[in-house]
């Protein structure tokens, strides 16, 4: 280990009741607040305080790229200076996307990868506050944001230092709202974004550490927030988790699992944290099977073997006990097949050959083909 350099926001803030701060965070950030929030922007706009926005976007699902494009110019027709957003993964996206293209004067698809031109963010974006009210993403303290792209069938990513927030303000009492569907696909996203870079050829101590601490706290939490939405040790542990995971996937990458579930998620309409749910087991199957035939010698074996230990919490844990623990907590949190969410067999090949470029799967532990994607893609349907 050469060194490594670890990229999180300027101020990450933790712990129950943290989000009364908010107020008093923004004045010297701006003063022109373009509030991104949910369904129901006035659900949290009392954190705010005594400021009013110049400026209200509410994001009903996961943004698209017309979406952060029109947000961005009511953004710039009220003269913002700054942006809050509250909500889960999709606002936080849409607040971070939304600041960067007004601190650079650009356009979603000058920077979005894959279907976009691939421009680097080259100026600051206007200063975000991002304010999570579900624990999954990470996307808090992430540098990237995801947008759909309708016409490509496709989510891609626009990725930048310049995209992680000026604050992350993490308050796991905002999460004790969240209906158990939520808590469930969120959640299971959470324990992706901590396994995925945790067996990641691009893993550092610093992100072994998070990501270890949050496969931990989110394989005794997850099933306990799921069944009491009130529990607050358990929503506790799960915010950790999810910030945990963000932090180990903005530096270490993710893999095969949010390879397929960026494809997959851009052709049906289903939660991303349920995709990805339904995929992990097969893709744990499908990688540990390929490193043993093709690098039967690559320390990822020796990790996969670590994060059986992590979630069963048994120091005698094999890679098999891995996946029949993830098989049976998305069981019982009954998170559906692909199948059953519209993935038809017919879309098959088109999911692993588009998924085969994506930037996530250089994140994966080892390179898989299309026909081991297709293999994926059966398994979890």
Not at 230 to 247: H, I, K, P, Q, W
Request: proline fraction near 7%; glycine fraction near 10%.
């Amino acid at each position: 280990m050469d060194g490594f350099d670890l990229a999180v926001p300027r101020r990450v803030l933790f712990g129950p009741g943290r989000a009364a701060e908010l107020a008093d965070l923004l004045p010297p950030l701006g003063r022109r607040v373009l509030l991104c929030a949910g369904r129901d922007p006035a659900r949290h706009r009392s954190l705010l305080g005594g400021i009013d926005p110049v400026a209200v976007v509410s994001v009903a699902h996961e943004p698209t790229v017309d979406e952060v494009r029109a947000a961005t110019a009511t953004a710039r027709g009220a003269g913002v200076d700054v942006v809050v957003a509250i909500g889960g993964g999709s606002v936080l996206d849409t607040g971070k996307a939304v600041a960067v293209l007004l601190g650079n004067g650009t356009d979603p698809l000058d920077h979005l990868e894959v279907v976009g031109r691939g421009i680097p963010v080259e100026r600051p974006a206007l200063p975000c506050v991002a304010v999570p009210t579900t624990a999954g993403t990470g996307a808090e303290v992430t540098a990237n944001a995801v947008l759909a792209s309708p016409e490509h069938g496709v989510k891609a990513s626009i990725r930048s230092p310049h995209l992680l927030a000026a604050v992350a303000l993490v308050d796991p009492l905002l999460t004790l709202g969240c209906p158990p569907g939520v808590t469930a696909s969120s959640g299971l996203d959470a324990l992706t974004q901590c396994l995925e870079p945790y067996v990641s050829p691009q893993a550092n101590p610093a992100t072994d550490a998070v990501a270890a601490a949050g496969l931990r706290r989110g394989a005794r939490a997850l099933r306990a927030a799921y069944e009491d939405g009130g529990d607050r040790t358990a929503r506790e542990e799960m915010a950790l988790c999810s910030l945990f995971g963000g932090v180990a996937l903005a530096n270490a990458k993710l893999g095969a699992v949010h390879g397929l579930a960026g494809v997959v998620g851009g052709m049906v309409d289903a939660p991303h944290g349920a995709v990805c749910a339904a995929l992990l087991a097969p893709v744990v199957e499908a990688n540990v099977r390929a490193l043993h035939e093709r690098e039967p010698g690559s320390p990822a074996l020796r990790r996969h073997a670590e994060v059986a230990r992590l979630l069963t919490g048994r120091d005698d844990a094999r890679v098999e006990d891995a996946v029949a623990w993830l098989r049976e907590t998305v069981a019982a949190l009954d998170v559906p097949p692909l199948g059953a969410v519209g993935l038809r067999a017919a879309q098959h090949a088109e999911v692993a050959a588009k998924a085969a470029r994506s930037s996530s799967m250089r994140g994966n532990p080892v390179p898989l083909t299309e026909d081991d994607l297709v293999a994926v893609l059966r398994a979890a349907s």
